[in-house]
């Protein structure tokens, strides 16, 4: 059975396993993307025989998705723009001495949302990707606006400075040329702006150089020490959560499986999500809440086997790295798509067991280490504070080789240090950089495809019953961040709250 082909053949399982630890700590360093070191290994693996070419970077692949999270939690670093939700509750963990705790946690809770990913791949490839399929531009872009108004769920203060936030970080996204149009957007006639800045440069900046310099005013301060007892979540925590997780995977695969869309925006919904529906959480969401790391963790994992959905089905990438994937396949002589499913099922049922192994290795090592890791909070300010700012110059010149990626990030995080000081979230700014393109690009093509009739562009809204549900969703939610959805609950439960 080709299912089992990897697990019957040790050189294959050896790559996986291989990639998955690589994929790990690539994951974990700010900058190096998964989707550069799956890229990169194209030119390494073009005269290899296609199974050791592909279970390498599935183990990278699924590694790095889940590496994101340690230094999240541990400096408040996002390794991977799908671990930015990871960080708002991980990294109040690690500052109260239990990152041991929330690195188990997000283990276990990572493959556990990798096999329902997995699963829904093999059982209900084609209808996931015929639903995906049924997405036009407007309902892309109708999705956006949904993320963009998760501000309110990353901003545990104001509304309005989440918001403000949001939009600032729409018109960073939108700095450079335009790409249909190819003029010039925020650039002020300076050339350094037209190729638009690096959303990791930004990301770095605002998580990581801010944090350095928001340590400086406490660099004589004792290091918190870390409890590492039961590193491995109990089955009674593992019960508890169970539900939630469900729900955020569900999630996770639903939007992996929308082309262009991946884990980033996958973890952002569930955070949000898990913001809604728990009741009583053992304390608020952003201070430490273990509800924080399962919905996001679970949610962005899960998106590795939708993002696959599109591309086994339709020949259509979910993410950046499935459509990397996508051409080494094409190196390879192989042609997804359709026909691939019927022509050579064998690929198929290859890739889904190496999606199992490199789960497992996954679980394997993310359950290793977890002490020495650790050890990072433990060190001396005077060396912890240099040591982010190395790994943020690092990572942010690792992206395109450019230096002036470095300056973009150190003058954000300069900026993000007085946006904290000033109770401003950082991360809807993050979020609205990553949405911007998204939100942009669909709106273009569907004003376009409408003959820029905005009549029958809301017609069509309202006449498509997936669009009908977005908009209702839209609406919905942004009536529930506002005083009057609190005002209006209690007048329906009888409490006295003032608009």
């Given at each position: 059975?080709?299912?089992?082909?990897?697990?019957?053949?040790?050189?294959?399982?050896?790559?996986?396993g291989?990639?998955?630890?690589?994929?790990?700590?690539?994951?974990?360093?700010?900058?190096?993307?998964?989707?550069?070191?799956?890229?990169?290994?194209?030119?390494?693996?073009?005269?290899?025989?296609?199974?050791?070419?592909?279970?390498?970077?599935?183990?990278?692949?699924?590694?790095?998705?889940?590496?994101?999270?340690?230094?999240?939690?541990?400096l408040?670093?996002?390794?991977?723009?799908?671990?930015?939700?990871?960080?708002?509750?991980?990294?109040?963990?690690?500052?109260?001495?239990?990152a041991?705790?929330?690195?188990g946690v997000?283990?276990?809770?990572?493959?556990?949302?990798g096999?329902?990913?997995?699963?829904?791949?093999?059982?209900?490839?084609?209808l996931?990707?015929?639903?995906?399929?049924?997405?036009?531009?407007r309902?892309?872009?109708?999705?956006?606006?949904?993320?963009?108004?998760?501000?309110?769920?990353?901003?545990?203060?104001?509304?309005?400075?989440?918001?403000?936030?949001?939009?600032?970080?729409?018109?960073?996204?939108?700095?450079?040329?335009?790409?249909?149009t190819?003029?010039?957007?925020?650039?002020?006639?300076?050339?350094?702006?037209?190729?638009?800045?690096?959303?990791?440069?930004?990301?770095?900046?605002?998580?990581?150089?801010?944090?350095?310099?928001?340590?400086?005013?406490?660099?004589?301060?004792?290091?918190?020490?870390?409890?590492?007892?039961?590193?491995?979540?109990s089955?009674?925590?593992?019960?508890?959560?169970?539900?939630?997780?469900?729900?955020?995977?569900?999630?996770?695969?639903?939007?992996?499986?929308?082309?262009?869309?991946?884990?980033d925006?996958?973890?952002?919904?569930?955070?949000?999500?898990?913001?809604?529906?728990?009741?009583?959480?053992?304390?608020?969401?952003?201070?430490?809440?273990?509800?924080?790391?399962?919905?996001?963790?679970?949610?962005?994992?899960?998106?590795?086997?939708?993002a696959?959905?599109?591309?086994?089905?339709?020949?259509?990438?979910?993410?950046?790295?499935?459509?990397?994937?996508?051409?080494?396949?094409?190196?390879?002589?192989?042609?997804?798509?359709?026909?691939?499913?019927i022509?050579?099922?064998?690929?198929?049922?290859?890739?889904?067991g190496a999606?199992?192994?490199?789960?497992?290795?996954?679980?394997?090592?993310?359950?290793t280490?977890?002490?020495?890791?650790?050890?990072?909070?433990?060190?001396?300010?005077?060396?912890l504070?240099?040591?982010i700012?190395?790994?943020?110059?690092?990572?942010a010149?690792?992206?395109?080789?450019s230096?002036?990626?470095?300056?973009?990030?150190?003058?954000?995080?300069?900026?993000?240090?007085?946006?904290?000081?000033?109770?401003?979230?950082?991360?809807?700014?993050?979020?609205?950089?990553?949405?911007?393109?998204?939100?942009?690009?669909?709106?273009?093509?569907?004003?376009?495809?409408?003959?820029?009739d905005?009549?029958?562009?809301f017609?069509?809204?309202?006449?498509?019953?997936?669009?009908?549900?977005?908009?209702?969703?839209v609406?919905?939610?942004?009536?529930?961040?506002?005083?009057?959805w609190?005002?209006?609950?209690?007048?329906?439960?009888?409490?006295?709250?003032?608009?």
């Amino acid at each position: 059975m080709d299912f089992l082909t990897v697990l019957t053949h040790p050189q294959l399982l050896m790559l996986v396993g291989l990639g998955t630890f690589a994929g790990i700590y690539v994951g974990a360093i700010p900058g190096l993307s998964v989707t550069m070191a799956v890229s990169i290994l194209i030119s390494f693996t073009f005269s290899w025989d296609v199974y050791p070419a592909i279970s390498l970077m599935i183990g990278i692949y699924m590694g790095g998705v889940y590496g994101g999270s340690r230094t999240a939690i541990l400096l408040n670093i996002p390794g991977a723009p799908s671990a930015i939700a990871t960080a708002l509750d991980g990294y109040p963990m690690a500052k109260r001495g239990e990152a041991g705790t929330a690195i188990g946690v997000t283990t276990v809770m990572s493959f556990f949302g990798g096999f329902i990913g997995i699963a829904v791949l093999a059982l209900a490839a084609p209808l996931v990707s015929d639903f995906a399929l049924r997405f036009q531009s407007r309902d892309y872009m109708l999705l956006a606006v949904l993320g963009i108004l998760l501000v309110g769920s990353l901003s545990t203060g104001s509304l309005v400075k989440g918001i403000f936030a949001g939009a600032l970080g729409i018109a960073i996204g939108a700095v450079g040329r335009d790409p249909l149009t190819f003029t010039e957007r925020f650039t002020f006639d300076f050339q350094l702006m037209e190729g638009g800045i690096s959303f990791i440069a930004v990301m770095i900046g605002m998580f990581g150089v801010s944090e350095a310099l928001t340590q400086l005013q406490h660099v004589n301060k004792d290091a918190v020490r870390q409890k590492i007892g039961r590193i491995v979540p109990s089955f009674a925590t593992v019960r508890k959560y169970l539900p939630l997780s469900l729900q955020t995977s569900s999630i996770g695969v639903i939007i992996g499986a929308l082309p262009g869309t991946g884990g980033d925006i996958a973890a952002l919904m569930a955070y949000d999500h898990a913001k809604r529906v728990t009741k009583n959480p053992d304390c608020p969401f952003g201070t430490g809440a273990m509800e924080g790391l399962v919905a996001p963790e679970t949610a962005n994992n899960a998106a590795v086997g939708g993002a696959f959905i599109p591309m086994m089905t339709l020949g259509i990438p979910g993410d950046a790295v499935t459509a990397i994937m996508i051409g080494a396949l094409f190196i390879h002589g192989l042609n997804p798509g359709p026909m691939l499913m019927i022509d050579q099922p064998d690929i198929f049922w290859f890739i889904v067991g190496a999606l199992v192994a490199a789960n497992c290795f996954m679980l394997l090592f993310g359950l290793t280490g977890i002490k020495l890791f650790t050890k990072i909070v433990e060190m001396p300010r005077s060396v912890l504070i240099p040591l982010i700012l190395l790994l943020s110059i690092v990572g942010a010149y690792a992206v395109n080789n450019s230096i002036s990626d470095v300056y973009w990030m150190l003058g954000f995080g300069v900026f993000g240090y007085f946006m904290r000081h000033y109770g401003y979230p950082l991360g809807p700014v993050i979020l609205g950089v990553i949405l911007s393109r998204l939100l942009d690009d669909n709106w273009r093509r569907a004003i376009i495809s409408e003959r820029e009739d905005l009549g029958r562009f809301f017609e069509g809204i309202v006449t498509s019953p997936l669009s009908l549900v977005l908009l209702i969703s839209v609406i919905l939610i942004f009536v529930s961040q506002t005083p009057i959805w609190r005002w209006a609950k209690a007048r329906v439960f009888g409490k006295k709250e003032k608009l």
